[in-house]
C-alpha cells in the first residue's frame, strides 16, 4: 500500500538547482535509506515531504489518515516541563481514559447507583466499553514504553524529573527522539538520527526501528545503520534521485555495476559517432559519396548524446604517505594516568602500539579517550607515567571538532601557512583533491561547513606526511562518499594508526585491533572490531570484576580462571532456568486474561457488581503482572 507519493519535486536555492524533477514512492512498511553527498538537498527533500518547506513545482500526494513525524538535525525540546511530563504529553489521550475510568469505578460502588439496577447496567457497560478501548490502545503498558525507550537512549532515572531546560543540546535532541517514537506515525523521517548516540544507544535504535510498524525513511552517514535496517537505498546526486533495492552494502554493488553499465554505453556511444564523423569529413567533398556523407551528418545530428558517468559527485582524492618509515615498536605507555589539573580521569594505562598496526580505541564516553590522544601527542602533560615514542616516529594529529583551524584565515591560507615551502599551484591542487575549487579556496573559515572543516584538516594532515597517524573522530561531518575515500586511503597507508571513532562501518574496516579504555585502565583487544564483538559478548560480570587485575602476574592465574568459568556457567543456567519458567508463565497469564474478560460479559457477572468489580481488579493485576513478565522476558533474551 502506497502511503505518501512525491511528484516531480523541483527545487533551487539563490538560483541554484538542488533537486530537479524528484519522484519517489513510500510504501507501507518500508524502511528507505537516502544518501548523498553534504549539500546534495537531503535535508531539504526531508522537509518537503513532511511539508515543512513548498517546492517550486511538483505535488506531494498523501491521504489525510496518514500521519508523518519527522526529526531533524537540529531537532531539540525546548519546555520547562521535566522529561516523563514531556513523554506523557504524548499519552494525554489515554492518560485522559484512565481518569475516566477511575471515576466510573467510583460510580459503580456509588449506593445510589448500586440500588439502581438500571443506572448500574448503563455505568458498567459504559466502563467495559472504555476499558477495552483502553487496553487496546496500549493503556497498561504505556509507561513500560516510555522508561523502555527513555533507557535505551541512555537517559538514567535521575533525568526522568530533570526541567528539559537543563539538559544538554545532546540530551534534548535525545529527547525529540524519544518523543516521536512514542507517537508513532505512519511515516517516520528521521535526519541522521545516531547524532548524540553512543553505540549501544545506536543498535538499541536500528532494532527498535526494525520492529516498528509503520514506514521509515532515514538519512544518515552511518552506514552500519544503515545496513542493518534499510531494504532499499535512494541516493540523491546532481539534482536527480535514484532507487537501489537493498541495504547499504547491496548499493555498493549496484551503483558499481550501474557506473560499468554506463560507461560501457557511452564507450560504444563515442566510438560510433567518432566513425560517423570520419565518414562524413572523408567523404562529404566527393560528388560519389557526398550524398551518403549528408545523411550521415543528418544521422550524426538526431543521435542521442550519451554522457560519462560522472560518479557522479567527485570524490575526496585522499592519499596518506610517510617521508619515512618508523622503528618496529612506535609508542609504549608504562602506568599512564590522564587527566587535568592533576586530576586523573584514567589511569593503570600500559600497552605498546607497532609500525603497521591500526588501533581502534574504544570505550565509554567520559572514560577519558580524547583527553589520552592529547597526552600522547604532547598537548596535555600526563598526571604520571610514562610515554615512550620509537625511532623515527612522527605523529600527524587529527582533532575531533577542528579546533586549531585559524577562523580568520582563507582556505588556501590556512593550508599555505603550515606548507609554505609548496607553490600556489601545488597547494591548489591538493585543495582541489578534497573539493575545494575556483573561489572556494578564498572563503574563510569561520563561514565553510562542517564537512568542508573536516576535508581541510584532512588535506592538511595528507601534506604532512607522518608515520603515525592519530585520529579523533576522523569521519565525523563527513558524507558517505569522503568517508569510503578516507578508508580506502587509510588501508593503504604505509604506517601506523591509532584512532577514536563511533563509526561502526569504518571500525570494521579499518582497525586490526581494539584498545577499550575504562577509568581504571585498559584491555587489549588483538583481533578486528569483529573479535572484539564476539569477546565482548562472552564477558560476564566475573570477567569486568577481574579486569583491573594483571593477569599475568597475579598468582592463581589458573585457579581466577576456573573460578570466572564456573561464575559464567552458573549465571547462565540461572538466565535459562527463568526464561523457561518465564515462557510456562505468559502463556497461562495470557489465557487466565482472556477467560476474565470472556466472563466480564456474562450475565451472572455483568448484572452483579460487586463481582464484576471483583473481577477487573482481578483483571488489571494480572494485566500489570503481564507487563512485568515480559518485560523481564525481554531483558533476558537480550
Same mark, same amino acid.
Given at each position: 500500500?502506497?502511503?505518501?507519493?512525491?511528484?516531480?519535486?523541483?527545487?533551487?536555492?539563490?538560483?541554484?538547482?538542488?533537486?530537479?524533477?524528484?519522484?519517489?514512492?513510500?510504501?507501507? #512498511?518500508?524502511?528507505?535509506?537516502?544518501?548523498?553527498?553534504?549539500?546534495? +538537498?537531503?535535508?531539504?527533500?526531508?522537509?518537503?515531504?513532511?511539508?515543512?518547506?513548498?517546492?517550486?513545482?511538483?505535488?506531494?500526494?498523501?491521504?489525510?489518515?496518514?500521519?508523518?513525524?519527522?526529526?531533524?538535525?537540529?531537532?531539540?525540546?525546548?519546555? =520547562?516541563?521535566?522529561?516523563?511530563?514531556?513523554?506523557?504529553?504524548?499519552?494525554?489521550?489515554?492518560?485522559? @481514559?484512565?481518569?475516566?475510568?477511575?471515576?466510573?469505578?467510583?460510580?459503580?460502588?456509588?449506593?445510589?447507583?448500586?440500588?439502581?439496577?438500571?443506572?448500574? &447496567?448503563?455505568? /458498567?457497560?459504559?466502563?467495559?466499553?472504555?476499558?477495552?478501548?483502553?487496553?487496546?490502545?496500549?493503556?497498561?503498558?504505556?509507561?513500560? &514504553?516510555?522508561?523502555?525507550?527513555?533507557?535505551?537512549?541512555?537517559?538514567?532515572?535521575?533525568?526522568?524529573?530533570?526541567?528539559?531546560?537543563?539538559?544538554?543540546?545532546? @540530551?534534548?535532541?535525545?529527547?525529540?527522539?524519544?518523543?516521536?517514537?512514542?507517537?508513532?506515525?505512519?511515516?517516520?523521517?528521521?535526519?541522521?538520527?545516531? $547524532?548524540?548516540?553512543?553505540?549501544?544507544?545506536?543498535?538499541?535504535?536500528?532494532?527498535?526501528?526494525?520492529?516498528?510498524?509503520?514506514?521509515?525513511?532515514?538519512?544518515?552517514?552511518?552506514?552500519?545503520?544503515?545496513?542493518?535496517?534499510?531494504?532499499?537505498?535512494?541516493?540523491?546526486?546532481?539534482?536527480?534521485?535514484?532507487?537501489?533495492?537493498?541495504?547499504?552494502?547491496?548499493?555498493?554493488?549496484?551503483?558499481?555495476?550501474?557506473?560499468?553499465?554506463?560507461?560501457?554505453?557511452?564507450?560504444?556511444?563515442?566510438?560510433?559517432?567518432?566513425?560517423?564523423? !570520419?565518414?562524413?569529413?572523408?567523404?562529404?567533398?566527393?560528388?560519389? *559519396?557526398?550524398?551518403?556523407?549528408?545523411?550521415?551528418?543528418?544521422?550524426?545530428?538526431?543521435?542521442?548524446? %550519451?554522457?560519462?558517468?560522472?560518479?557522479?559527485?567527485?570524490?575526496?582524492?585522499?592519499?596518506?604517505?610517510?617521508?619515512?618509515?618508523?622503528?618496529?615498536?612506535?609508542?609504549?605507555?608504562?602506568?599512564?594516568?590522564?587527566?587535568? #589539573? $592533576?586530576?586523573? %580521569?584514567?589511569?593503570?594505562?600500559?600497552?605498546?602500539?607497532?609500525?603497521?598496526?591500526?588501533?581502534?580505541?574504544?570505550?565509554?564516553?567520559?572514560?577519558?579517550? *580524547? *583527553?589520552?590522544?592529547?597526552?600522547?601527542?604532547?598537548?596535555?602533560?600526563?598526571?604520571?607515567? #610514562?610515554?615512550?615514542?620509537?625511532?623515527?616516529?612522527?605523529?600527524?594529529?587529527?582533532? @575531533? !571538532?577542528?579546533?586549531?583551524?585559524?577562523?580568520?584565515?582563507?582556505?588556501?591560507?590556512?593550508?599555505?601557512?603550515?606548507?609554505?615551502?609548496?607553490?600556489?599551484?601545488? %597547494?591548489?591542487?591538493?585543495?582541489?583533491?578534497?573539493?575545494?575549487?575556483?573561489?572556494?579556496?578564498?572563503?574563510?573559515?569561520? $563561514?565553510?561547513?562542517?564537512?568542508?572543516?573536516?576535508?581541510?584538516?584532512?588535506?592538511?594532515?595528507?601534506?604532512?606526511?607522518?608515520?603515525?597517524?592519530?585520529?579523533?573522530?576522523?569521519?565525523?561531518?563527513?558524507?558517505?562518499?569522503?568517508?569510503?575515500?578516507?578508508?580506502?586511503?587509510?588501508?593503504?597507508?604505509?604506517? *601506523?594508526?591509532?584512532?577514536?571513532?563511533?563509526? =561502526?562501518?569504518?571500525?570494521?574496516?579499518?582497525?586490526?585491533?581494539?584498545?577499550?579504555?575504562?577509568?581504571? +585502565?585498559? =584491555?587489549?583487544?588483538?583481533?578486528?572490531?569483529?573479535?572484539?564483538?564476539?569477546?565482548?559478548?562472552?564477558?560476564?560480570?566475573?570477567?569486568?570484576?577481574?579486569?583491573?587485575?594483571?593477569?599475568?602476574?597475579?598468582?592463581?592465574?589458573?585457579?581466577?580462571?576456573?573460578?570466572?568459568?564456573?561464575?559464567?556457567?552458573? @549465571?547462565?543456567?540461572?538466565?535459562?532456568? =527463568?526464561?523457561?519458567?518465564?515462557?510456562?508463565?505468559?502463556?497461562?497469564? !495470557?489465557?487466565?486474561? #482472556?477467560?476474565?474478560?470472556?466472563?466480564?460479559?456474562?450475565?451472572?457477572?455483568?448484572?452483579?457488581?460487586?463481582?464484576?468489580?471483583?473481577? /477487573? /481488579?482481578?483483571?488489571?493485576?494480572?494485566?500489570?503482572?503481564?507487563?512485568?513478565?515480559?518485560?523481564?522476558? %525481554?531483558?533476558?533474551?537480550?
Amino acid at each position: 500500500m502506497i502511503l505518501l507519493q512525491a511528484s516531480h519535486i523541483c527545487k533551487s536555492f539563490a538560483a541554484k538547482p538542488i533537486l530537479d524533477n524528484i519522484n519517489l514512492t513510500i510504501q507501507e #512498511n518500508e524502511r528507505t535509506g537516502l544518501i548523498g553527498a553534504n549539500g546534495a +538537498g537531503k535535508s531539504t527533500l526531508l522537509k518537503i515531504i513532511n511539508g515543512d518547506i513548498e517546492p517550486e513545482s511538483g505535488k506531494i500526494y498523501k491521504s489525510k489518515e496518514v500521519t508523518t513525524g519527522y526529526l531533524s538535525q537540529e531537532a531539540g525540546i525546548e519546555s =520547562r516541563h521535566t522529561v516523563w511530563e514531556e513523554l506523557l504529553k504524548v499519552f494525554r489521550p489515554l492518560i485522559e @481514559q484512565e481518569k475516566e475510568l477511575r471515576k466510573l469505578e467510583k460510580q459503580m460502588g456509588n449506593p445510589a447507583v448500586l440500588n439502581d439496577p438500571q443506572k448500574y &447496567n448503563q455505568v /458498567s457497560q459504559k466502563y467495559a466499553a472504555l476499558e477495552d478501548q483502553f487496553r487496546s490502545a496500549g493503556g497498561y503498558s504505556y509507561q513500560a &514504553n516510555i522508561y523502555g525507550v527513555l533507557h535505551g537512549l541512555k537517559f538514567i532515572e535521575d533525568d526522568y524529573n530533570r526541567e528539559i531546560s537543563t539538559l544538554s543540546g545532546g @540530551q534534548k535532541t535525545r529527547l525529540a527522539l524519544a518523543r516521536l517514537l512514542m507517537l508513532r506515525p505512519d511515516i517516520l523521517i528521521l535526519d541522521e538520527p545516531t $547524532n548524540y548516540l553512543d553505540m549501544e544507544s545506536m543498535a538499541w535504535l536500528e532494532n527498535y526501528l526494525q520492529s516498528y510498524t509503520g514506514s521509515v525513511l532515514v538519512v544518515s552517514h552511518d552506514r552500519y545503520f544503515l545496513d542493518n535496517l534499510t531494504s532499499e537505498i535512494l541516493e540523491l546526486e546532481n539534482n536527480i534521485l535514484r532507487r537501489y533495492n537493498g541495504n547499504y552494502t547491496k548499493f555498493l554493488d549496484l551503483k558499481a555495476q550501474w557506473i560499468e553499465q554506463q560507461q560501457r554505453e557511452y564507450e560504444k556511444y563515442k566510438a560510433e559517432k567518432e566513425q560517423m564523423e !570520419e565518414f562524413v569529413q572523408r567523404n562529404i567533398a566527393r560528388d560519389s *559519396t557526398s550524398g551518403r556523407a549528408k545523411a550521415k551528418r543528418k544521422q550524426l545530428q538526431k543521435m542521442e548524446v %550519451v554522457h560519462p558517468p560522472e560518479n557522479i559527485k567527485k570524490n575526496v582524492g585522499i592519499s596518506f604517505g610517510i617521508q619515512r618509515s618508523s622503528g618496529k615498536e612506535v609508542l609504549n605507555l608504562e602506568e599512564l594516568a590522564v587527566g587535568y #589539573n $592533576n586530576k586523573p %580521569v584514567s589511569e593503570n594505562i600500559s600497552f605498546e602500539i607497532y609500525r603497521g598496526d591500526r588501533v581502534a580505541l574504544l570505550g565509554p564516553n567520559g572514560t577519558g579517550k *580524547t *583527553t589520552l590522544l592529547k597526552t600522547i601527542t604532547g598537548e596535555l602533560h600526563a598526571v604520571k607515567g #610514562n610515554i615512550t615514542q620509537g625511532f623515527h616516529v612522527s605523529i600527524g594529529y587529527h582533532h @575531533q !571538532e577542528q579546533e586549531y583551524l585559524s577562523e580568520h584565515k582563507t582556505v588556501l591560507d590556512e593550508l599555505w601557512d603550515h606548507f609554505p615551502h609548496m607553490d600556489e599551484k601545488d %597547494v591548489r591542487t591538493v585543495l582541489g583533491s578534497f573539493l575545494f575549487t575556483g573561489d572556494d579556496v578564498y572563503k574563510k573559515i569561520s $563561514n565553510i561547513s562542517g564537512g568542508e572543516r573536516a576535508r581541510l584538516e584532512l588535506a592538511e594532515l595528507m601534506c604532512k606526511k607522518t608515520n603515525f597517524l592519530i585520529m579523533d573522530e576522523p569521519t565525523n561531518h563527513l558524507d558517505v562518499y569522503s568517508r569510503e575515500a578516507l578508508e580506502n586511503s587509510l588501508l593503504q597507508y604505509p604506517g *601506523t594508526l591509532l584512532f577514536v571513532s563511533h563509526d =561502526r562501518y569504518f571500525l570494521h574496516k579499518i582497525a586490526t585491533r581494539v584498545i577499550e579504555l575504562t577509568n581504571a +585502565g585498559i =584491555r587489549n583487544y588483538p583481533g578486528g572490531y569483529t573479535y572484539y564483538l564476539e569477546k565482548k559478548q562472552a564477558e560476564t560480570d566475573t570477567d569486568k570484576t577481574i579486569k583491573k587485575e594483571k593477569d599475568e602476574e597475579k598468582p592463581g592465574k589458573g585457579k581466577l580462571d576456573y573460578l570466572r568459568t564456573k561464575e559464567k556457567q552458573r @549465571q547462565e543456567r540461572k538466565r535459562q532456568r =527463568r526464561l523457561q519458567e518465564l515462557e510456562e508463565e505468559i502463556p497461562g497469564l !495470557e489465557e487466565h486474561i #482472556n477467560t476474565l474478560e470472556m466472563e466480564l460479559y456474562e450475565p451472572e457477572v455483568y448484572n452483579d457488581h460487586q463481582k464484576y468489580i471483583k473481577k /477487573s /481488579s482481578e483483571l488489571e493485576k494480572l494485566h500489570n503482572q503481564l507487563e512485568e513478565h515480559l518485560e523481564e522476558w %525481554v531483558n533476558l533474551e537480550e
